[in-house]
Each structure stands twice: as structure tokens, then as C-alpha cells.
């Protein structure tokens, strides 16, 4: 029998190797052998999705009540997955303890392959201003932007996580050439005409600037790796 330890290593391997199917389904032995049969199969049905041929978005609430709208891979077994995440979601998300968050509700939690991938938020969710407290009291602002007390919350309770899906940032094609997506930046902003929500701040335009995208979703995944990676290498280098 597996015991509580042996689910915490399990759950480290997966982290460490989050292509290796294998101990996923390790994994949810482990849990249905701890009486958490529903999220196990929910894995194990995720699983056999991602080795379906064709690409398999993240599951979220949001799809998995509309399943039927949708053009799947594998329609029974996409259909039993949004009907477990539909119905326990709410749960397993409350297990990971954030604080103050309804997290089944306020945010979209994209799960792949049994487990959450991504999140939908907004940009000020993620960043904050750094501020220093003068000697005189009063507050200052250093020039620069870090993870906000939510983000840190969030990396550190789901090491699973590997997008920050920005809701209010997207991407957008040049005029001249609307089949090619143009990198993620803001040099051109409001006064070409586009929205101010299309601009991309630092620390992420400095990463992005030099690639482009021939899809939409591609350029918005990429970004919201962008953004998850820097909010985990802050959280990491800021450790004692």
C-alpha cells in the first residue's frame, strides 16, 4: 500500500516531469487507494485524452458545462471528465488552501492531464508596484513591479500550475499582414489606434519581443508561460 509520503514523492516526480504520464497514473492508484476514487479517475480519464490524437485545451468549469457545444477528441471520455470536474472542482480546489479565494468561481483553473495547468486572471492580480516605506512614514515607489501576495499564493499552493492566462492582454496582427500575429509588445500602443489593454509590459515584452506567432492562442499561451514562469523565479530566488 502506498502510504502519505509516497503521494507527496509521487506529486514532486510530477512536477519534476510533467510529460511523464506514468506518474500521473501512479498518482491516482495513490489517491483512490486514500478514498479519493473521483479525483483519480478524473486523472486517469485526463490522461487517456492527451494520448488521443489531436491537441486537447485545458478543461475548465466554464467548458466542461458547455462540453456539448464543443468538437472534441474523445467525446465519452471528454464527456465523463467535465461531468467529474463539474461536479467536484469546487473541492478540489478548496484542498489547496488559498486563502480568500472562491477559486472554482472567480477564476477559470484550466486542468490538463488531471491536474491544473492554468489560470485566467487579470494582469493586476498578477503584479503590483514595489514600494518602500520612507523613514518619514510615507510610501515610495521603486521603479519596479513584483508578484502580488495572490500570485505567490498560487505558485506555491499548485506546483502544477505553468499558465498565467492574462485576460485583459491579447495580442494582435499588423494591418499589413493580418495573417502573421506580430510579437507581444506595446510599441505601437493607443496611438495607432489599438487598446491600451493590448500592451504588453516588462518584464515579459523583453522575453517575447523578438518571437512571433502564426496563431492567436499560440501567442497568448506563450504569454501566460511567460508570466508563470516569472511569478515561480521570483517566488524561488526570493526564498531564504
Given at each position: ?13 510530477i512536477v519534476?516531469?510533467?510529460e511523464d504520464?506514468?506518474v500521473r497514473l501512479?498518482y491516482a492508484?495513490w489517491?483512490e487507494e486514500?478514498?479519493e476514487?473521483?479525483?483519480a479517475?478524473?486523472i486517469r480519464?485526463q490522461?487517456?485524452l ?5 491537441l ?5 468549469i466554464r ?12 467525446p465519452?471520455l471528454?464527456t465523463r471528465?467535465s ?10 480546489v478548496?484542498?489547496?488552501g488559498?486563502e ?9 483553473w484550466?486542468?490538463s ?10 494582469m493586476?492580480?498578477?503584479r503590483e508596484e514595489q514600494r518602500?516605506?520612507?523613514s518619514?512614514?510615507g ?14 499564493a498560487i505558485v506555491?499552493a499548485?506546483?502544477?500550475?505553468q499558465?498565467?492566462r492574462?485576460?485583459?492582454?491579447e495580442p494582435w ?5 493580418p ?6 509588445s506595446g510599441?505601437y500602443?493607443p ?6 489593454q493590448?500592451?504588453?509590459?516588462e518584464p515579459?515584452?523583453?522575453i517575447l519581443?523578438?518571437?512571433r506567432?502564426?496563431?492567436?492562442e499560440a501567442?497568448i499561451t506563450?504569454l501566460?508561460?511567460v508570466?508563470?514562469?516569472w ?5 524561488k530566488?526570493s526564498?531564504?
Open positions: 500500500m502506498l502510504t502519505d509520503n509516497d503521494g507527496s514523492q509521487l506529486l514532486a516526480a519534476a516531469t510533467p504520464d506514468t501512479a492508484d489517491l486514500n478514498g476514487v473521483e479525483r479517475e478524473f480519464v490522461v487517456q492527451g494520448r488521443c490524437k489531436g486537447h485545451v485545458p478543461l475548465t467548458l466542461a458545462r458547455k462540453y456539448a457545444m464543443g468538437e472534441w477528441v474523445n465519452p471528454e471528465a461531468c467529474l470536474l463539474s461536479e467536484f472542482a469546487t473541492a478540489w478548496q484542498d489547496f488559498i480568500g479565494i472562491d477559486a472554482a468561481t472567480a477564476y477559470e484550466g486542468w492531464r488531471g491536474f491544473i495547468s492554468s489560470v485566467s486572471c487579470r493586476n492580480e498578477v518602500v516605506t520612507a518619514t512614514g510610501e515610495w515607489f521603486t521603479g519596479e513591479f513584483v508578484p502580488t501576495p495572490w500570485a505567490r506555491a499548485i506546483p502544477t500550475l499558465e498565467m492574462l485576460t485583459d492582454k496582427s499588423e494591418p499589413d499582414d495573417d502573421l500575429y506580430w510579437y507581444l510599441e500602443g496611438e495607432a489606434g489599438h487598446p491600451s493590448c500592451v504588453i509590459p515579459f515584452l523583453d519581443a523578438r518571437e506567432f502564426t496563431t492567436r501567442a506563450a501566460a508561460r508570466v508563470c514562469k511569478v515561480k523565479d521570483w517566488v530566488e526564498r531564504p
